[in-house]
């Protein structure tokens, strides 16, 4: 009971702090754009169509410095960052050059039946301000041989333009802009998976969040992957309107901008809702991960999904920040992980 509690003030508390000091910040205007004009694919209501053209491996562009500086010494992995321009232009420069970090392993692997490198492709949530979490699964990981790479999604983190606070633009905006950031985060994930399966790596991915709904959508487009481990992914972006919590608040501000017909916002939002596609990985090679006491994402939805696709599933007893911030869970990941490969 004192748990529930404490995640569910938890919560909101956080919620609100994030609603009004990062998505209201200096209370920027609504970013309203017509991308719908310029890019038929938004209206088709279809998954490969809405996800088109499908991406090309990129160039990365490994840096000579970390940026933000880490922290955290690894003695079994070389950190680098990476960047690489993004196929999707959303008039922001700063978010047009995707960003990355790769913790490389400098250890041999011991899977020696397979001489590709597993590679774990991580994705935060909507309001990233660090690399703690990963930082956390590579200390894990990487002694065993197996790499991890962190993706910075559209205006998250480095990419977000200045004047605004990480997270802000992900939602500032009408429908057409929420639906180009969330092509545009598709498109830069999938890209970056192309481009290391094309260096010989396996790769599983995990995600956080928003970046664990980005991870499952991967898994309805992407060929070959290992593995997808989600972290209270948000499952029904068209419910999640009106039973989402605190933080959805500043979508809705966004979505109220001149709405669509009610029929047109379902086909406008189907490429975007799990519940709607099957995911060409088998059920057994994803787990979904569900903080039983969240107030940010309907746990119930996720559960649901779950049994629609017959995946596996871990409850957690938490809410949404511990999940998502905290240890725990990021820790069970790279067990599960370990378990599955060692």
Request: aromatic letters at 8%; charged letters at 20%; proline letters at 7%.
């Amino acid at each position: 009971m004192f748990q529930k509690l404490w995640s569910t003030c938890l919560d909101e508390v956080v919620g609100f702090y994030l609603l009004h000091r990062f998505f209201y910040y200096q209370k920027q205007p609504l970013v309203v754009s017509s991308a719908r004009e310029t890019t038929p694919e938004l209206q088709s209501g279809e998954l490969d169509q809405f996800f088109s053209p499908k991406p090309d491996p990129a160039q990365l562009e490994y840096q000579s410095e970390l940026r933000p500086v880490s922290k955290t010494t690894f003695p079994s992995a070389e950190v680098k960052d990476f960047r690489f321009q993004s196929s999707v232009a959303s008039g922001f420069p700063e978010n047009d050059r995707v960003k990355g970090r790769h913790w490389k392993s400098t250890v041999q692997s011991t899977q020696s039946n397979n001489p590709e490198r597993l590679t774990v492709v991580a994705v935060d949530g909507i309001v990233q301000l660090g690399v703690r979490s990963f930082n956390r699964l590579a200390e894990r990981l990487t002694p065993h041989g197996i790499d991890v790479v962190m993706l910075d999604s559209p205006f998250n983190f480095r990419r977000t333009p200045p004047g605004y606070r990480p997270g802000q633009l992900i939602a500032g905006g009408n429908i057409d802009h929420q639906l180009m950031v969330a092509r545009q985060g598709v498109l830069d994930l999938w890209s970056l998976i192309l481009t290391l399966q094309s260096q010989g790596h396996r790769i599983g991915l995990m995600g956080i969040s928003h970046g664990a709904w980005l991870t499952l959508i991967a898994t309805l487009l992407v060929e070959n992957l290992e593995f997808a481990h989600a972290i209270t992914p948000p499952v029904d972006l068209l419910r999640i309107l009106d039973e989402g919590g605190t933080v959805v608040n500043a979508i809705r501000r966004g979505a109220s901008h001149d709405p669509p017909e009610e029929a047109q916002l379902e086909t406008l939002c189907k490429p975007l809702r799990l519940n709607q596609w099957q995911p060409l990985l088998s059920p057994d090679q994803i787990r979904l991960h569900i903080a039983d006491f969240d107030r940010f994402v309907p746990s119930l939805r996720i559960a649901e999904l779950a049994d629609q696709w017959g995946t596996r599933v871990s409850h957690h007893k938490l809410g949404h920040i511990e999940a998502t911030t905290g240890p725990k869970v990021v820790y069970q990941v790279a067990e599960e992980i370990l378990k599955r490969y060692q």
